[in-house]
């Protein structure tokens, strides 16, 4: 065991990462007053100090309560709409690639159509059009109804490989019918894969709500880290010199995207032993 | 190359105009709001008194829009009227059309796009190329890591950390916008150079997350090429080495970098929407941005439409050269 996680250093790095992140939810949820998360709770464009360790912005949040509240939120809609992405995604790829035919090519038509249309652009017009106040959860639920496209297309290739294997066919032989071939042939062999995909689709969900929280559509009433940036670009932070009030986002969004990445990596050097020659 | 073929992704070009104009339409709908209504209460309420008549104005007003005819007939209206290129106005700065608009924004784009996208593709093409081959220089190699960690973050986020870094620390470029404010507008050298010197924070912000994505890509395929049977026999041939990298190595290995290239172009562009954002650059993204701000819908299903058809027009292209790259793929009916 030891002497595999020394070998593979992205999967310890991912880890490491998401694990202080965790810490710091859990010890800030402890320990600090997310209350002051609000605007008008505390003095409003203090740089960082003992009281306020990572300051406070301009209309009087604590940046520190911020993070500690926002952080969960971030995670959660990356969670939601990543579980439902793979989840959506593994059934219609194992469907498409096990029984092929025109399952198969309406299931593969509509991921690839999906997968050239920016999907940006297409939640800015969902989010637009359900205006109003959004909810961490809907906005998970707006991320994931994009989100099953990529898996979709990288369970189903993988799957057309495995489909090939001895092993299928004589479980076929053995008269096992299509969906228990499915669930007890095919899925338990490309498990370390389906994580690698769950993570990547966390992650690209992550990147997705950002990205809208930052254009301003995002739940205004939560603390989310999206919507501190949001903030940040609105009241033109940089220029103005509140460097604190970014960096607290900037450094958070960072260990987050890193942390998923090198887990991805990793798992995916798990996944696909091949890969290790090039790595 | 088949015409056969031709006309098949042709298809779904059109497929996808379509597909993305009827989002459009019924999206919006879905929620029952009444934009019209919405913009006047919002004026009306500007204004700090409630108007009256609100209600007859906006039944003229969705006269004067069609909104008032059944969903299908306005449905059609709506696809002939893209069809036509025709985006309707936009509520914010009325009389001004939605075309209008994104014409002026578009080359703002597709200029920053453009560049950017080339720029990244081919030097980390390139890159991954050299970090798979064996003769390369070792230092190179130094490059990895950091380039793994940029190409894990969002293109707006590095934006951040340079503007900080160049335009406020240092002051060396300029923090906003795509040109000097009451530069004259026109192809003299002190105006291009003005554009470019503020395309430089954007565009960098784009090509150092993009590198590493591409020369990760890379590398791997190439070492799986140089696995090959017909580079062993290369090497037995006696040919130059370079030859060998760039005929038969990089000359295979960049075919499947094609691909991703085409599917990456809708992830590039979302991510570039917010770099323009960010910077204040007056493109697509912008124009988006403060469509969004304003409340000016029929901007925003304008923006989206045309990135849309933008894309798939650009995915089209790539997958017509892709049997021109790749002589093995002909496309014909089998």
Redesign the interface.
């Known amino acids: 065991m030891r002497r595999y996680l020394a070998r593979n250093v992205s999967l310890v790095v991912g880890i490491v990462l998401l694990g202080l992140l965790t810490v710091f939810m859990v010890v800030g949820a402890f320990t600090v007053d997310t209350s002051n998360a609000q605007a008008l709770s505390v003095p409003a464009l203090q740089p960082p100090s003992w009281e306020y360790p990572f300051g406070t912005d301009r209309q009087g949040r604590d940046l520190l309560a911020v993070m500690v509240a926002g952080t969960p939120l971030t995670l959660r809609i990356g969670f939601i709409a990543g579980f439902f992405g793979v989840g959506v995604g593994a059934v219609l790829a194992f469907v498409a690639a096990y029984y092929g035919g025109w399952v198969d090519t309406i299931i593969r038509g509509i991921a690839d159509?999906g997968?050239?249309?920016?999907?940006?652009?297409?939640l800015?017009?969902?989010a637009?059009?359900?205006?109003g106040t959004l909810t961490v959860t809907q906005m998970a639920l707006i991320v994931a109804s994009l989100s099953w496209l990529n898996p979709t297309r990288t369970i189903r290739s993988q799957v057309l490989t495995l489909r090939q294997r001895g092993f299928v066919e004589i479980a076929r032989l053995n008269g096992m019918s299509g969906p228990e071939i499915i669930f007890f042939e095919l899925m338990p062999n490309l498990l370390p894969y389906l994580a690698a995909t769950l993570v990547a689709a966390v992650s690209n969900a992550i990147?997705?709500s950002?990205?809208l929280e930052?254009?301003?559509?995002g739940p205004v009433e939560s603390p989310t880290i999206g919507m501190t940036?949001y903030w940040?670009?609105f009241n033109a932070a940089?220029?103005n010199?509140w460097?604190w009030w970014?960096l607290a986002p900037?450094v958070v969004?960072?260990i987050v995207?890193?942390g998923?990445?090198?887990l991805t990596v990793g798992l995916d050097e798990i996944a696909n032993p091949r890969?290790r020659?090039?790595v | 190359m088949g015409l056969y073929f031709v006309a098949k992704r042709f298809g779904v070009f059109l497929v996808i105009v379509w597909l993305a104009a009827t989002l459009n339409f019924f999206l919006p709908r879905l929620s029952g709001d009444d934009p019209v209504a919405n913009k006047l209460m919002e004026q009306a309420s500007l204004g700090g008194y409630a108007q009256a008549g609100i209600a007859e104005m906006v039944k003229v007003y969705n006269q004067h829009f069609g909104l008032d005819k059944p969903l299908l007939t306005q449905y059609l209206n709506y696809v002939g009227n893209v069809a036509h290129g025709d985006l309707n106005y936009s509520i914010a700065n009325y009389p001004r059309t939605v075309v209008d608009m994104i014409a002026e924004a578009l080359p703002w784009t597709v200029g920053l796009l453009g560049m950017t996208t080339l720029v990244s593709f081919a030097l980390g093409t390139f890159l991954g190329a050299l970090l798979a081959w064996p003769g390369a220089p070792r230092w190179l190699q130094w490059f990895m890591p950091p380039l793994w960690a940029l190409h894990a973050i969002p293109f707006f986020l590095l934006g951040l950390v340079l503007m900080w870094l160049l335009a406020f620390q240092f002051q060396i470029l300029p923090i906003f916008g795509g040109h000097s404010p009451g530069a004259k507008v026109g192809l003299t050298v002190g105006f291009v150079l003005d554009v470019l010197r503020h395309a430089v924070l954007p565009s960098l912000s784009i090509v150092l997350v993009s590198v590493g994505g591409w020369a990760l890509a890379m590398r791997g395929m190439m070492v799986t090429t140089m696995g090959e049977d017909y580079v062993t026999f290369a090497e037995a041939k006696g040919l130059r080495s370079l030859t060998i990298f760039m005929r038969y190595c990089m000359r295979n290995a960049i075919l499947p970098q094609t691909t991703a290239l085409a599917l990456a172009l809708g992830q590039i562009l979302s991510g570039a929407v917010l770099v323009e954002v960010i910077f204040g650059y007056p493109g697509i993204g912008a124009l988006l941005f403060q469509a969004i701000q304003e409340n000016d819908f029929f901007v925003i299903q304008g923006v989206v439409f045309t990135v849309i058809v933008g894309l798939g027009f650009a995915t089209f292209l790539l997958d017509i050269l892709y049997p021109w790259l790749d002589p093995r793929i002909t496309y014909r009916r089998s």
Do not use: C, D, M, Q
Request: aromatic share 12%.
């Open positions: 159509i997968l050239t249309v920016p999907g940006l652009l297409v800015i017009i969902i637009v059009s359900l205006k990147l997705a950002v990205g930052v254009l301003g559509l940036l940040v670009n940089i220029i010199g460097w970014w900037l969004i960072l995207f890193l998923l990445f090198f890969l020659r090039a």
